[in-house]
């Protein structure tokens, strides 16, 4: 699995939305461990958006990230457009600040977010804070 993490510092995870950090730590994890892959600088941010929730900058994260065949995107924070980023990838928000205690939390409900994945629902993300899967309403 490949999990992108929303992060300004690539130690802890961004405060801001998802689609707001500066940039995305790749993650690729099995069943057991997880490593590093690389860090993919986020471009869109370098546009205005015109409008709260823009749908093009949700296209924009979307595209930049499926060019590293994520499945997961994990933060602290998601906006509004987590209604267009779970058709793409499966959004996770993290109890936890920082990047490496995330990534051990979802390591170890790997099962359940690999089930996720495997449904291809394109409308559950998974909220560690409070243990659930959430569908989002059309």
């Known amino acids: 699995m490949i999990i992108a993490c929303a992060t300004n ?13 500066k940039q995305y730590d790749i993650y690729e994890m099995d069943g057991s461990a997880c490593r590093f892959v690389e860090t993919v600088r986020n471009t869109t941010g370098e546009e205005e958006e015109e409008i709260h929730a823009d749908p093009r900058k949700a296209k924009g994260i979307v595209d930049l990230l499926s060019k590293n ?31 490496s205690q995330g990534l ?8 359940r ?13 998974l909220d560690l804070k409070s243990a659930r899967e959430v569908r989002i309403k059309p």
Not at 84 to 94: C, G, L, T
Not at 104 to 111: I, P, T
Not at 113 to 125: F, G, L, P, Q, V
């Open 104 to 111: 051990k939390s979802l390591l170890e409900d790997y099962e």
């Open 113 to 125: 977010i690999d089930r996720i994945i495997a449904e291809n629902s394109k409308d559950t993300y």
């Open 9 to 21: 510092d690539g130690e802890k995870f961004a405060s801001c939305h998802f689609g707001d950090a």
């Open 69 to 99: 065949n994520v499945q997961v995107g994990m933060t602290k924070v998601f906006g509004p457009n987590i209604k267009r980023v779970v058709k793409h990838f499966v959004p996770v928000i993290a109890n936890e600040d920082k990047i």
